[in-house]
């Protein structure tokens, strides 16, 4: 089953093509990595699958529901994590986790009910008055994640979750993504960084509005004759003409 199907996927702004007929497919409870410079349309793709942008062309399903006409139904069975903004930082943990559970539409009982066995996990429980700002980086990023899946989303869209955090709270944090994929959620991502690009089940490479690339990391490194994802994201970016989004 496919937790994301894009068919010819274009939005444009007056004669800019931010995004140019995009095609592809996602599977339920793979990790996809969405890869381009700044530049490349993938914010603007990204913000038509959630339901946030209208497309001028083509179509999309996402978690079964049409980007165009059901953008609410969308909403309501995805999670979404940004390196910009994830929670506040003048609220406490257990409000931020109550706030989110509260706009997913879960009850306040079953809330308190997940909170609780949330801040066990995340080991956070003696934490759960402190302000989220008091957090170090990498622990806000954790529960940044927690929370986006804490309603149980069939997708998760994270958009450079891990940037400004060291390597090995990176590789912590990509554990947490390992096991919502175990639990059958489908993980979208973006990063910047081209080694975690390698711990996606399949990634694409958008330039200037166009997917360029999809496979495997493992297959691109064999067609692109590269050792590394870094040297094949190089190869088809070094193509690209734009400068933002």
């Known amino acids: 089953m496919n937790a994301i199907i894009a068919s010819n996927l274009t ?3 007056g004669s800019f093509t ?5 095609s592809f497919d996602v599977s339920e409870g793979e990790i996809f990595g ?3 410079a700044n530049g490349a349309g993938k914010t603007t793709a990204m913000r038509m699958l959630t339901g946030l942008l209208k497309p001028t062309e083509g179509k999309a399903l996402v978690a079964g529901f049409d980007i165009k006409k059901q953008s609410e139904k969308i909403k309501a069975n995805i999670g979404y994590m940004s390196q910009r903004f994830a929670l506040y930082g003048d609220l406490t943990i257990s409000e931020n986790i109550r706030l989110f559970g509260g706009i997913y539409g879960m009850d306040a009982k079953l809330i308190a009910e997940k909170r609780d066995r949330l801040l066990d996990e995340l080991h956070l429980k003696e934490e759960k008055d402190s302000l989220v700002s008091r957090l170090p980086l990498g622990w806000k990023q954790k529960l940044a994640f927690s929370v986006s899946i804490f309603h149980e989303p069939k997708i998760v869209f994270l958009d450079e979750p891990t940037g400004g ?3 090995a ?3 912590r944090f990509w554990e947490m993504i390992y096991a919502a994929s175990e639990q059958g959620i489908t993980v979208f991502v973006t990063t910047h960084y081209m080694d975690e690009a390698e711990y996606c089940n399949r990634v694409s490479i958008m330039v200037d509005g166009r997917i360029e690339a999809l496979d495997s990391p493992h297959a691109l490194k064999t067609r692109y004759a590269a050792s590394s994802m ?7 970016a070094r193509k690209a003409t734009r400068t933002a989004d």
């Not at 931010?18 to 995009?22: K, L, W």
């Not at 870094?230 to 088809?236: G, L, R, W």
């Open 18 to 22: 931010a995004v140019d007929h995009i």
């Open 34 to 36: 969405f890869l381009g």
């Open 11 to 13: 939005k444009k702004f």
């Open 165 to 167: 955090v060291d390597p």
């Open 230 to 236: 870094d040297e094949v994201f190089q190869m088809i």
């Open 169 to 171: 709270a990176r590789r």
